[in-house]
């Protein structure tokens, strides 16, 4: 499996989507309405989907989106929950494989991209993002939730086995936002918040002063009656 940085930190134990100013309201949406989903993209070993169970989600309302099956298995010894769980685990790439997502297209009301999107280059965030605004209810509630890497000078620099990704700034961040917003016929409200950690903090062995973590959360506010196809396929 790929040596996650944040992994082998124990990123995993920090239960960041619970932080997520609008977290609460996420979780009596689902809990008011049995026809809603929300998904995890990248979900490692779903250690968000579990809080949210413990908050009182059906698991049975939760989908999982993760590259690699190694960590959903590794979710269900830690959890010890095989058997009992029903969220529906997908070992699927959310760039290239968006279609295994189709079926649930105008019914997940929350999406969850944990410290994920910044191993996308440009041109592929705003093909998952895209893709991802298309799969959210209609009714101008759905929201996407995240975490990402950022770096004060919004660059692209190579990532894991050298794969170049971009790095943004609250800047760079809006910037794209509006090209998603122009390119899908969505409208959307925003919010972000930049922190930017000391040494001794978590990733502090690792992250360099200029980077920092970058926390948001994304409304899709209407749907436009074609919401542009962003391609797939690079
Ligand atoms: C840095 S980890 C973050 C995990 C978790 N969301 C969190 O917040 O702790 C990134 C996760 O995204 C997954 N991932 C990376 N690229 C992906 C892709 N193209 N499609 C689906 N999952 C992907 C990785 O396998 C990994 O589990």
Redo the contacts with the bound molecule.
């Keep these: 499996?790929?040596p996650?940085?944040?992994?082998g930190e124990f990123?995993?134990l920090?239960l960041?989507?619970s932080r997520s100013p609008s977290y609460a309201k996420a979780v009596a949406r689902l809990k008011s309405d049995s026809s809603l989903l929300h998904l995890?993209?990248?979900?490692?070993v779903g250690?968000?989907i579990r809080r949210l169970v413990v908050d009182g989600v059906p698991s049975s309302q939760i989908i999982g989106?993760?590259?690699?099956q190694g960590?959903i298995d590794i979710g269900y010894s830690l959890f010890k929950d095989r058997g009992r769980l029903e969220t529906k685990f997908l070992c699927?790439?959310?760039?290239?494989?968006i279609h295994t997502l189709s079926e649930f297209k105008g019914k997940v009301t929350s999406i969850?991209?944990?410290?994920?999107i910044h191993?996308?280059n440009r041109k592929e965030q705003k093909i998952v993002l895209g893709n991802l605004l298309g799969l959210l209810v209609n009714d101008g509630t759905g929201m996407l939730f995240g975490?990402l890497v950022g770096h004060d000078d919004g660059l692209t620099q190579p990532a894991m086995k050298g794969k170049m990704t971009l790095l943004h700034n609250l800047q760079t961040w809006k910037r794209m936002w509006k090209e998603v917003e122009e390119e899908t016929g969505c409208k959307v409200k925003m919010w972000e918040e930049a922190k930017h950690l000391s040494a001794e903090e978590r990733y502090g062995s690792w992250l360099p002063k200029k980077r920092m973590m970058i926390a948001f959360e994304v409304t899709k506010l209407n749907t436009p009656k074609r919401l542009a196809i962003i391609r797939a396929k690079l």
């Design positions: 499996m790929n996650f940085p944040c992994v990123g995993f920090e960041n989507l995890d993209v990248g979900c490692c250690q968000d989106l993760e590259l690699e960590f699927a790439d959310i760039l290239n494989d969850h991209l944990g410290h994920v191993v996308f975490s």
